[in-house]
T-cell receptor, first 116, second 112 residues
């Protein structure tokens, strides 16, 4: 299934490293999202982009920096992360932004991030 | 009170059993409701939307009780392949846009 693809699948980085997560959707959707999933916690929304414009920043620390060059691509740039940032980072897309009454999210397979 | 609350389980049931999951939500103005399924080490996938009148999709039945702010998912004739974590999701509106709020999920394990 190639609807929403994320790379890399796994990432190990030190606290001083800079890395980027990439997401690409092939569904022609207009909205893209970054979610964080930590162990024993619900999915947490981080950022929302609608037609390339950021519409939501859910109080995310500045060490996470999103970039959306076009409606099909979304990046999450990481720098000076902390061990507590270790989690599964999921990209998702939807036809419209999650504001219509029956919006469905399509998720990528995620990047499992470990910060040492 | 948490925004979306689910029994974490795990629910361990034999094949063929009927199992029900419950979910409560705190915002009485919540608009839409969904169940997502997440397999181990995989991404969540939409299982079904939940409509006010209740809806059924094969062995799966979803119910909504707005008065009690309660959603349920019933799985009949459980299969081994139903083993997964089931996420309750609620759409809340804040200002001009909606936000999807996820529960922690309920883990189901179906045994032979």
């Amino acid at each position: 299934e190639t609807g929403v693809t994320q790379t890399p699948r796994h990432l190990v980085m030190g606290m001083t490293n800079k890395k980027s997560l990439k997401c690409e959707q092939h569904l022609g959707h207009n909205a893209m999202y970054w979610y964080k999933q930590s162990a024993k916690k619900p999915l947490e929304l981080m950022f929302v982009y609608n037609f390339k414009e950021q519409t939501e920043n859910n109080s995310v620390p500045s060490r996470f920096s999103p970039e959306c060059p076009n409606s099909s691509h979304l990046f999450l740039h990481l720098h000076t992360l902390q061990p507590e940032d270790s989690a599964l980072y999921l990209c998702a897309s939807s036809q419209e932004m999650a504001g219509s009454t029956n919006e469905k999210l399509f998720f990528g397979s995620g990047t499992q991030l470990s910060v040492l | 009170r948490k925004e979306v609350e689910q029994d974490p389980g795990p629910f361990n049931v034999p094949e063929g059993a009927t199992v029900a999951f419950n979910c409560t939500y705190s915002n009485s103005a919540s608009q839409s409701f969904f169940w997502y399924r997440q397999d181990c080490r995989k991404e969540p996938k939409l299982l079904m939307s939940v409509y006010s009148s209740g809806n059924e999709d094969g062995r799966f039945t979803a119910q909504l009780n707005r008065a009690s702010q309660y959603i349920s998912l019933l799985i009949r004739d459980s299969k081994l392949s139903d083993s997964a974590t089931y996420l309750c999701v609620v759409l809340n509106y804040g200002g001009s846009q909606g936000n999807l709020i996820f529960g922690k999920g309920t883990k189901l394990s179906v045994k032979p």
